[in-house]
Each structure stands twice: as structure tokens, then as C-alpha cells.
């Protein structure tokens, strides 16, 4: 039952946004018996700066998740980031520290990197290619560069999305081989489709496929159809692959860890979902 030492996770988002979270979390709540829950709160662009600041007025509110369009928004508005956020540009997870701040960080590619690597991909000092320079891609590719990779590459038909995701990496990890003039995958270790090439059938390839090396981990963020074209066409060259949606339910762990509040694994939380219900 919710009541007043519930503890709130609001999740903000535009009035348009499809609210999902709450059909992943709190299964899971409810199942470990945490005294908390996820609520949706839609709120304009031009409300959100006074809306967040408002939320962490409420005495139970332990955290907010943001959505877009307030993403990048809400990085001004917070009294510290962590570096995935400054390369990202953007900022999903808030919450107050000890002395009352609030304090940012990004989630989305963490999502992608705790894939990986519980697929048993060491990305330490490996080379990685992330294609699609949006939001999502500059989250994977912030996490990515956080992970003691060599070098990055990034590549979108923005060039000046890509230039300026290369500079942001350059800046908070100068140690990292960084260019952003091609999507020819060959010489990476892993490769990352970072756009929407994949959500329609008829969509041509992100990337050259018979330039991936067999050994090369191939990832995609398209969630629509779960084996797209490109994931298939890399899995029969004997890639090791993973689907959209695993980056989805991986991510969850690290906005529960953020938060304080005990971790899963993404089999659990999937078991509990309650999206196709």
C-alpha cells in the first residue's frame, strides 16, 4: 500500500511520452518488498525547470527519472554530473546527495556497456565504433569511453553531431584515440548501430557489413524488430550480437544502484516485466 514513507522515483517526462518504467519497476519492488514505486509525471518543456526543483521538495522523493525532451535540459539545472554526462550532453537519472544537491548521471549507454560485458566482452583496451551521433549514441559512446577502451570512433551524416561528440570524449578522456570521419567498421573490436537504420524493413545497412571481422562484437539499439538486418547479416558472418532491447533492461541495475536501492540482474527483471501484459 503507498503511503506517506513511500518512497517516490518520479519519472518525467513529456505529456507524450509512453510511460514505461513503471511496468518494469514495480514488479520489481513489489516482489523484493521495497516500500517504493515509480510514478509518471508529465510535464511541458518550458514548465520542467521549476518542475524538477519542485519534486525535491517532497520529503519521500527519492529520485527522478528524465526522459526526453528534458534531457539535456536538465543538465543545467544540477549542481554536479559525472563525466558521462558532460561527454553525453544529457542526463536521465537525478537525485539529492548528503548536503542536499542535486546530482546527475547518464544511464542510457550504461545500458549498452553492462550488455557487453556480461556477455563476457573485455572491453579493456579495445577499439570501438559507434554509428549515430544523437542521444543514444553519445550515451553509448560516453559509457563506452569509461570503460578503458584505446580508441573510439564516431560517425553520423550530422558532421557536426559527430564532431562535437568527438571533442566532448577528447576533452574528459584525452588519453583516447578519438576520430569521427568514417563509418568503415574494419579494425574495431566492437561496433555500435547508434541510429534508426533498422525500424523499417526496406532501411539500408548502418555500416558495411563485409568490412566487420568475424571476431567483432556487433551491438544495435533498434528495438523494434529484435534480429534487424544488420544484427542478422553480423551474426551469419559468426559475430557475436546483441538486440536492442537488451540495453533496455540492463540499464535498470544501474538507475537501482544509483538510487541506493538493491541491484537485480536484467533476467530478473524481465521475468517481472509487465510490458506485454
Known amino acids: 500500500m503507498i503511503n506517506g514513507n513511500t518512497e517516490l522515483i518520479a519519472h518525467i517526462g513529456y505529456p507524450t511520452h509512453s510511460f514505461k518504467s513503471p511496468m518494469i519497476y514495480n514488479p520489481y519492488?513489489?516482489?523484493?518488498?521495497?516500500?517504493?514505486?515509480?510514478?509518471?509525471?508529465?510535464?511541458?518543456?518550458?514548465?520542467?525547470?521549476?518542475?524538477?526543483?519542485?519534486?525535491?521538495?517532497?520529503?519521500?522523493?527519492?529520485?527522478?527519472?528524465?526522459?526526453?525532451?528534458?534531457?539535456?535540459?536538465?543538465?543545467?539545472l544540477l549542481h554536479d554530473v559525472t563525466p558521462t554526462v558532460r561527454v553525453a550532453g544529457a542526463c536521465n537519472a537525478v537525485k539529492r546527495d548528503a548536503q542536499g544537491h542535486l546530482v546527475g548521471d547518464m544511464f542510457d549507454g550504461a545500458g549498452f556497456t553492462r550488455g557487453v560485458k556480461r556477455k563476457g566482452f573485455d572491453l579493456k583496451n579495445k577499439r570501438v565504433l559507434v554509428v549515430g551521433s544523437g542521444g543514444v549514441g553519445s550515451a553509448i559512446a560516453a559509457s563506452l569511453a569509461a570503460e578503458h577502451i584505446v580508441a573510439i570512433g564516431v560517425f553520423d551524416s550530422n558532421t557536426s553531431a559527430a564532431e562535437g561528440l568527438a571533442m566532448r570524449i577528447q576533452q574528459n578522456y584525452p588519453e583516447l584515440e578519438v576520430r569521427s570521419d568514417s563509418k568503415d567498421p574494419e579494425g574495431y573490436d566492437l561496433v555500435v548501430n547508434a541510429t534508426p537504420m533498422g525500424m523499417n524493413e526496406e532501411d539500408p545497412l548502418p555500416m558495411d557489413v563485409s568490412r566487420i571481422d568475424p571476431k567483432t562484437f556487433v551491438g544495435e539499439v533498434v528495438m523494434r524488430t529484435e534480429m534487424t538486418a544488420f544484427?542478422?547479416?553480423?551474426?551469419?558472418?559468426?559475430?557475436?550480437?546483441?538486440?536492442?532491447?537488451?540495453?533496455?533492461?540492463?540499464?535498470?541495475p544501474a538507475y537501482l544502484e544509483f538510487f541506493g536501492f538493491p541491484s537485480t540482474t536484467s533476467e530478473e527483471l524481465r521475468r517481472l516485466s509487465q510490458l506485454s501484459a
Not at 44 to 57: G, Q, R, T, Y
Open 29 to 76: 519492488f513489489e516482489k523484493m518488498g521495497i516500500n517504493a514505486v515509480v510514478v509518471p509525471m508529465a510535464c511541458k518543456a518550458e514548465h520542467f525547470d521549476v518542475f524538477l526543483k519542485s519534486v525535491f521538495n517532497l520529503a519521500n522523493v527519492r529520485g527522478a527519472l528524465i526522459t526526453m525532451p528534458h534531457k539535456v535540459t536538465a543538465v543545467g
Open 231 to 252: 544484427l542478422s547479416a553480423a551474426k551469419a558472418r559468426g559475430c557475436q550480437v546483441q538486440v536492442g532491447s537488451d540495453m533496455l533492461f540492463e540499464q535498470i
